[in-house]
């Protein structure tokens, strides 16, 4: 049988149910200590016979059980396949983003990068069966997400990107174009789209000769700006713990939009530049309006195999061994007989 977990990452919850569980342990060892440091043997008795050590100890193995389940519920275990029959219309889509530390910069709220991720994430709303990959570009460029159907693999990636997701610092936007280009698993020329969220600060990496390249291999190349191109904003950090803005030659540094960089990237790649800026960016509507009907594609129907999500079969017994433990008395069931007998003698 094969079994996959979606979520892997997840896996560091079960440090928590260790951690609770160890505290739930010594908590009851510790309350028998203060027993019997209080009062004598007898005396224990007397107060505790009412109560069950069986069930204290049985309640620390359901609490334990219980959070263990929620956490392999939070890997999101899948496995037995089902299958989809899907017909392919459309284009194959790289969205090549920019996640370098100017990227964080807050002129568009929250910040650059976040307006970038929710641009995207609307797009896949509407790509019908379009494939789409992902690209994230800083000082070097990673295929984060190759060309795919599966849009929640590709959400769950933009859930995590950060200036933290490359390896180098700096913002390379002709390496993400070229790798987009070499990345397209379709030998067909035509209809492929590379569309490139950025703020346009390149560090000389000739993004409009990448675009011109890949406009000759049939791609057409989007740019979107995103950010103030007058004024901009400070890039923020941290410092000694503590909230601070990027500093250059003692000068905080500003990071303003590229629009006319943009611009020629777009226009060498034979697509269109969108001057996003600090506005409220509908990519979806022009995704759907332009850059899908600049490119049309079919491909025949195909048969996707998808793995069967199975959390719940963890969080169902998890919330009912909640819910029971909730009922669950700590009395002894002989409580009322020892009363009867302490009384007749």
Known sequence: ????????????????????????MMGYARRSTLLKKIASPRL???????????????????????????CLSLLDPRWGTRYREVEQKGIDTFFVLDVSRSMLAEDVRPNRLQ?????ITDVL????SDRAGLITVAGDATVTVPLTLDYGSLRL???????????????????????????????????????VLTDGEDMGSFPSEAAAEASAAGINIYTVGIGDPITGARIPTT????????????????????????????TAGGGAFVPAGTANLDLASIYAQRIATDAGKSFDSVKLEQFIPRFQWF????????????????????????????VTA
């Open 239 to 266: 410092r000694y713990g503590q909230p601070a803005f990027i500093m250059h030659e003692g000068q905080e540094v500003w990071s303003v939009m590229n629009p006319e960089e943009l611009t020629n990237v777009a």
């Open 115 to 119: 307006r970038a991720t929710t641009a």
């Open 157 to 195: 990636a933009l859930d995590v990107v950060s200036p933290r997701s490359v390896k180098r610092g700096g913002t390379m936007i002709g390496d993400g174009i070229r790798l987009a280009q070499k990345s397209f698993t379709d030998e067909v020329q035509d209809h492929k789209t590379i569309i």
């Open 44 to 70: 224990v008795h007397r107060l505790t016979n009412s109560s069950s050590k069986s069930r204290r100890k049985f309640r620390i193995v359901l609490l334990t059980l219980s959070a263990a389940l929620l």
């Open 315 to 342: 969080a169902i017994p998890a919330l009912l061994i909640v819910l029971g433990d909730s009922w669950l008395s700590l009395r002894s069931k002989n409580r009322t007989s020892r009363r009867a007998y302490e």
């Open 125 to 128: 709303d509407v790509m019908g």
């Open 1 to 24: 049988m094969d079994l996959q977990f979606n979520n892997p990452n997840n896996s560091l919850y079960f440090w928590a149910v260790i951690a609770m569980c160890t505290i739930l």
